[in-house]
Nanobody
Framework: QVQLVESGGGLVQPGGSLRLSCAAS????????MGWYRQAPGKQRELVAS???????NYADSVKGRFTISRDNAQNTVYLQMNSLKLEDTAVYYC??????????????WGQGTQVTVSS
């Protein structure tokens, strides 16, 4: 069982920046990736960015060049630095930890979500 606590959401003007943090606790064995997803009203949850324990990253096309994901393995914390925010970045952002067992089966844990609102 993994528990995730997110922080850092809020209201920001277009072009502004925010930094999200997610602290994980509990069993962190077999963690494959840590990452961030988001869900806007009326839309499906989508991957924003993910990072492996080795530091390999994956980004949604819509955030490439603007968002940066990083990870502190010693602290079991993942960060999302969001720059040049746009109105369409408004969503609830969820932290995710994905485990993978020896058979390749994956298990997801989710944070409670943090609201990011981009508005002028």
């Amino acid at each position: 069982q993994v528990q995730l606590v997110e922080s850092g959401g809020g209201l920001v003007q277009p072009g502004g920046s925010l930094r999200l943090s997610c602290a994980a606790s509990g069993s962190m064995f077999n963690v494959d990736t840590m990452g961030w997803y988001r869900q806007a009203p009326g839309k499906q949850r989508e991957l924003v960015a993910s990072i492996t324990s080795g530091g390999s990253t994956n980004y949604a096309d819509s955030v490439k060049g603007r968002f940066t994901i990083s990870r502190d393995n010693a602290q079991n914390t993942v960060y999302l630095q969001m720059n040049s925010l746009k109105l369409e970045d408004t969503a609830v952002y969820y932290c995710n930890v994905r485990k993978r067992n020896f058979l390749g089966r994956t298990y997801d844990s989710w944070g409670q979500g943090t609201q990011v609102t981009v508005s002028s």
